[in-house]
């Protein structure tokens, strides 16, 4: 799948503090290439990457490559209000990741943390195992019905959080990573959402720099609040959602569900759409007049793919994911279909476009890639009645929870 004759990984990461001296970086092994996230005073301000020789990146190369990055304003440090938080963890199958996802959240320092694990149909107890083997802030709930927002909903009746903050199982979060979360939602009780940064917690193999080649989950430094301001479509101007934020890395005043619902079952991973719920839910928000603030001191770090097979089923999935979230936002807001017809044609364009001109990079590998997401968009157009039909079967099934300190 990758272009022959160029090696693309490994990659090795780094962090780069502006306010200590820049030290050249040895014992590399066999990295092709160094890629950093840099901060100032903690705060993450850009991402730099440095070719290696022999093992070794030289602080003099890694000088020039902090030259050319324009960085942002400096912020002043914002205090957190004082709101409890919910982390929800939603998971299925995968215990490994589930363990250094909470390992990672056992150094998340912010007082009243609760850390709510929802087990998705589990085919074994390995999970629940785990789970009571943590502290006593980790708590355990099983939910029957498959699919991640069956999941998501069942964490949002169990937390007792003003502020839910949802992650995967496949991602590692920074220490001050709620703390920046609440820190956005400040004194404004118009933001009900916000977003942070998710970066890659490893570059080891081609098919994980491919992806962040591709797209990756990363949307820049500098923060942003977004609200519908003026008249007209909002699927038009907004619709592309994925520009906000991603599922791994989001939170949400509890008291939103109320106003505006919970997630929708018929999308999201372990149903025939495959995704989408997040994307829908941003959409939500901004639809029925709320904000949305994208804070990037909000970091997590997400574990990608390791195989090239893998990644392509990713990519094709979002590609249905992409289209069952259109064919939905059309079916429930009939006022919107002309803006998310545009908005289906502009994203096909764009796939269309990249699978015959990709920009640069290895070619080949990124026009498979895209033909792989418009092959996923054209077969995602009948997926979400199928997908509201399954969910519809599932409704009449009340949840038997299973709840664990």
Not at 17 to 34: C, H, N, Q
Not at 255 to 272: M, Q, Y
Request: charged share 25%; net charge positive; glycine share 12%.
């Amino acid at each position: 799948m990758p272009d022959m004759g160029r090696t693309l990984a490994p990659v090795a990461l780094a962090e780069i503090e502006l306010e200590r001296p820049i030290e050249s970086l040895l014992g590399l092994g066999d990295a092709v290439a160094v890629e950093a996230l840099v901060r100032r005073r903690g705060e993450p301000v850009g991402w730099v990457r440095v070719e290696t020789a022999g093992g070794e990146c030289h602080a003099p190369l890694i000088r020039a490559a902090l030259d050319g990055l324009a960085l942002p304003a400096p912020r002043a440090v914002t205090p957190a209000p004082g709101l409890s938080v919910t982390v929800a963890v939603c998971t299925r199958d995968r215990p490994d990741d589930l363990a250094t996802c909470l390992d990672s959240l056992e150094r998340v320092e912010y007082p009243g943390l609760e850390v709510l694990v929802v087990d998705n149909a589990p085919s074994s107890e390995a999970s629940r195992v785990l789970v009571e083997g943590r502290s006593g802030r980790v708590r355990y709930v099983r939910e029957p019905r498959p699919g991640l927002d069956w999941a998501r909903n069942r964490a949002i009746a169990e937390s007792g959080g003003d502020v839910i903050a949802f992650t995967d199982d496949d991602v590692s979060v920074d220490p001050g990573w709620v703390r920046a979360l609440v820190a956005a939602f400040g004194s404004d009780e118009s933001i009900v959402a916000v977003t942070g940064l998710v970066l890659p917690a490893a570059l080891q193999t081609e098919a994980q720099v491919l992806f962040e080649r591709y797209r990756g989950f990363g949307r820049g430094f500098a923060p942003r609040r977004i609200g519908v301001e003026g008249r007209g479509s909002v699927a038009r101007r907004y619709g592309a959602a994925g520009a906000y934020g991603t599922g791994a890395n989001m939170a949400f005043r509890r008291s939103l569900f109320g106003r505006i619902g919970g997630f929708d079952p018929a999308l999201g991973a372990g149903t025939p759409t495959r995704g989408g719920d997040d994307l829908e839910m941003f959409f939500r928000v901004l639809k029925e007049g709320h904000a949305l603030v994208y804070e990037p001191r909000a970091i997590v770090r997400h574990r990608h793919r390791h195989s090239l097979e893998g990644l392509r089923r990713q990519i094709a999935d979002h590609g249905v994911s992409f289209s069952s979230y259109v064919v939905r936002g059309a079916l429930t807001y009939p006022d919107e279909r002309l803006g998310f017809a545009r908005l289906a044609c502009w994203w096909w364009g764009k796939l269309a476009f990249r699978a015959l001109w990709p920009r640069s990079g290895p070619v080949w590998a990124l026009r498979r890639l895209a033909l792989a997401e418009l092959g996923g968009c054209l077969a995602g157009l009948g997926r979400y009645p199928l997908a509201k039909r399954a969910a519809a079967r599932l409704v009449r099934f009340a949840p038997q929870s299973e709840t664990r300190a």
